[in-house]
Nanobody, 124 residues
């Protein structure tokens, strides 16, 4: 089992920055892909950033490419999402997620481990 806990959400004005943190515990050796998803009210869940633990390769959705950066610490137990140039449309609940498969799936349904979420609100 893997446990995930997110920190760092909050409110910020458009153009500002926030950094989200996800602390992972448990049997993380089985994890092959970690990701950040988000879901805004009335919208579908969207995978915005993915990373291969150990390899460091990253994947971003078009909606955040060039503005968000996913990274992790050397122990692979802390995941980060640095968000810059935030826009009101980035407002959502952000979730940390992990799966034992590789990052060849961007579907939330393929991720077996989830955090509780942290709210990000961007005002114009």
């Amino acid at each position: 089992q893997v446990q995930l806990v997110e920190f760092g959400g909050g409110s910020v004005q458009a153009g500002g920055s926030l950094r989200l943190t996800c602390a992972a515990s448990g049997y993380i050796r089985t994890v092959r892909c970690m990701a950040w998803f988000r879901q805004a009210p009335g919208k579908e869940r969207e995978g915005v950033a993915f990373i291969y633990p150990g390899g460091g390769s990253t994947i971003y959705s078009d909606s955040v490419k060039g503005r968000f950066s996913i990274s992790q610490d050397n122990a692979y137990r802390t995941l980060y999402l640095q968000m810059t140039s935030l826009k009101p449309e980035d407002t959502a609940m952000y979730y940390c997620a992990a799966r034992e498969g590789y990052c060849d799936s961007g579907k939330g349904a393929d991720f077996g481990y989830w955090g509780q979420g942290t709210q990000v609100t961007v005002s114009s």
